[in-house]
């Protein structure tokens, strides 16, 4: 056992995420990108995340994943609590006992936390830094959304640019590096009637004392976003490391296993149906593990796809804590009137979908990691943003990579059935069918080039792991990511990108 924890103690760094799939699983992807520069690495998150692996699996829980070990402190409140209706009172209690019950479980498992190389979190947990200033171990940061996101909360919340106020909620917010974003561009929660009390606090604890963090790391690579990127330099830099997407999605060793967990059992038998569909015929639809769209939203999507009349895969995850008005559940007609056009599953292995030849484009929320498993698919999207950074995710999509559409709201904020259907039209034939197809197909190979030996996320990682394993960097207090970026970034453009 004393052996075990020695060992345990070299050349080790903690990953703390919040309890969500999106979050956890770039998580993991690091560690093991560290784990192949010879770290050894703990993933910690909490008790919630092991009952729906449980209830997933119907076994017990891993306790590690690809030699990552996994590790659950309490967030304060029982496993049956519905924390998506009350993210507030949700947020305000993990903050209030995350950090003594981490604190407590870093206690338990390292002899001697000072040996830790550094603990690595993500923004929606920042009181991380706390616990990790407590035993003097340095701390990063992971940004898990695009780094467009980090530019515009970095300057709404430390003041620097003007944003919409309740005088003024139609204002066009102008920023180094990023087009003009009017509201429904922006993240939900810089938008005056945003209903989440205590982000606005959270995020400006976080964006006023980053010098809590020695190192941001994004899940982007340079070249998706190299303007937004530099324009954060003279702030406080980010430094892509990412995409943080299966390896079999970055054309590596299909041999290669990928390090994530699965809160919930996906449904297998729809690639068995894929594959009996013609190439780029199926739309594929999902809004991730989060949103519940109001019955009308599901009502104007259902009957998009049945006039199309194309094959379709369609997630539609139960919800958790069903609602008599009936949101996120599926037309009563649907089923039976489309039974020979689509299939319905109540969870998807997505990654395989999207890289499916028969898959031609996506409608999605527009969470981060199911854009960045497009992006590296080289299939169009169709954007259907709902809240936090999904519509600015749904901007850059179109305006910045072009690789989609969206599909606008209505005047009265409903969306209508026809024009769902004329963005699937767009992104399936004619020529912006085809000039997006081409730009997904570049930025897919760049994605690749970005991961692969020597491109400019790979040396972001190396760069990485030589500051945290060297003596004299870690003693140095001073945040000190901007030299090792601008390095970063030079040797990027120093190649002609
Ligand atoms: O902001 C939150 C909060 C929150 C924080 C403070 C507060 O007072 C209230 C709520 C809780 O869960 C989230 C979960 C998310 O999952 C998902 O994370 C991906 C990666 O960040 C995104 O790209 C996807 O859009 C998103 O659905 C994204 C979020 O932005 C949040
Ligand atoms: O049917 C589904 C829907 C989503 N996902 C995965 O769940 C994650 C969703 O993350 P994202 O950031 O897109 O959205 P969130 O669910 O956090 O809102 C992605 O990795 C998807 O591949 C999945 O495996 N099956």
Request: hydrophobic letters at 40%; a negative charge.
């Amino acid at each position: 056992m004393a052996q075990a924890e020695e060992k345990r103690e070299e050349n080790h760094v903690l990953l703390v995420a919040f309890s969500s799939q999106g979050h956890i699983n770039p998580m993991l992807r690091l560690g093991k990108r560290l784990a192949a520069r010879g770290i050894h690495v703990s993933l910690a998150t909490t008790e919630i995340v092991r009952h729906r692996m449980l209830k997933s699996s119907g076994a017990g829980p891993a306790d590690h994943v690809t030699g990552i070990e996994l590790l659950f402190f309490s967030d304060g409140l029982s496993l049956d609590y519905d924390r998506k209706t009350n993210l507030d009172v949700y947020m305000d209690i993990l903050g209030k006992h995350g950090p003594s019950n981490l604190s407590a479980l870093i206690k338990e498992h390292y002899t001697s936390p000072k040996k830790l190389l550094c603990l690595v979190t993500n923004p929606f947990v920042p009181w991380v830094s706390d616990v990790a200033a407590e035993y003097n171990i340095p701390c990063a940061m992971l940004w898990i959304q695009p780094c467009a996101l980090y530019a515009i909360y970095y300057r709404c919340f430390n003041k620097l640019s003007a944003f919409p106020t309740p005088t003024d909620p139609d204002m066009v917010v102008e920023l180094p590096g990023l087009p003009s974003m009017e509201k429904e561009d922006l993240p939900s929660f810089v938008l005056p009637n945003n209903p989440f009390g205590s982000f606005p606090k959270l995020f400006s604890e976080l964006f006023q004392g980053m010098e809590k963090f020695k190192w941001v790391l994004g899940n982007s690579f340079y070249e998706l976003e190299k303007h937004v990127i530099d324009s954060v330099c003279e702030l406080y830099p980010i430094r892509p490391i990412g995409p943080l997407v299966p390896p079999t999605l970055l054309g590596q060793d299909q041999e290669l296993e990928d390090a994530s967990v699965d809160m919930w059992k996906s449904d297998e038998t729809c690639i068995e149906w894929l594959t009996q569909q013609p190439p780029s015929s199926v739309i594929y639809v999902s809004f991730g593990s989060i949103v519940v769209l109001p019955a009308k939203q599901m009502e104007a999507i259902a009957t998009a796809l049945k006039n199309v009349k194309r094959p379709f895969l369609w997630v539609v995850k139960p919800p958790e804590f069903p609602t008599p008005d009936g949101a996120g559940q599926l037309p009563s007609w649907f089923l039976e009137e489309t039974k020979d056009q689509g299939q319905v599953v109540r969870w998807s292995p997505q990654t395989r979908v999207l890289s499916h030849p028969a898959v031609a484009c996506f409608i999605t929320h527009c969470g981060w990691n199911s854009m960045l498993e497009t992006i590296c698919s080289g299939i169009p999207l169709i954007a259907y943003p709902q809240w936090t950074d999904q519509p600015t995710n749904a901007k850059l999509i179109v305006d910045v990579f072009k690789i989609g559409v969206r599909i606008k709201k209505e005047a009265d904020g409903n969306i209508s059935s026809e024009v769902i259907e004329k963005c699937i039209e767009e992104v399936m034939v004619g020529p912006v069918a085809e000039q997006l197809r081409k730009n997904a197909m570049a930025l897919k190979a760049e994605a690749q080039k970005a991961v692969a030996a020597d491109g400019s996320s790979d040396e972001n990682i190396r760069l990485f792991v030589e500051e945290i394993t060297c003596d004299s960097c870690k003693k140095d207090g001073s945040p000190n990511v901007g030299n090792l970026s601008h390095e970063g970034q030079d040797k990027v453009s120093d190649k002609g990108v």
